[in-house]
């Protein structure tokens, strides 16, 4: 079982920064990708990005390629999420993702493991 738990969610300005992070817990994670899922209200959740724990292939979605940025920091099992940039339609809750597999995979959907989610709100 792997517990994740988000923080750093808040309410910025327009062309604002945050940073996310998501701590990991449970289980070995070498073999997981860890990655971000958003929902804005009415919307389905949609990938933002995802990166392999044992190296550093990362994938983002187009809306966000450029200005947000995935790291992670396997000491600390935590996986960070910058924004830069930050605009008004970026505002949803912001999800941490753990699957078994590559970052391919998380892309592809159906994570393992879910945070509880994180609220980011971009005013204009």
């Known amino acids: 079982q792997v517990q994740l738990v988000e923080s750093g969610g808040g309410l910025v300005q327009a062309g604002g920064s945050l940073r996310l992070s998501c701590a990991a817990s449970g289980r070995t994670l070498v073999s997981y990708a860890m990655g971000w899922f958003r929902q804005a209200p009415g919307n389905e959740r949609e990938f933002v990005g995802g990166t392999n724990w044992r190296n550093s292939i990362t994938y983002y979605s187009d809306s966000v390629k450029g200005r947000f940025t995935i790291s992670r920091d396997n000491a600390k099992n935590t996986v960070y999420l910058q924004m830069n940039s930050l605009k008004p339609e970026d505002t949803a809750v912001y999800y941490c993702?753990?699957?078994?597999?590559?970052?391919?995979?998380?892309?592809?959907?159906?994570?393992?493991?879910w945070g509880q989610g994180t609220q980011v709100t971009v005013s204009p």
């Open positions: 993702a753990a699957k078994q597999g590559s970052a391919a995979s998380l892309k592809g959907g159906a994570p393992d493991y």
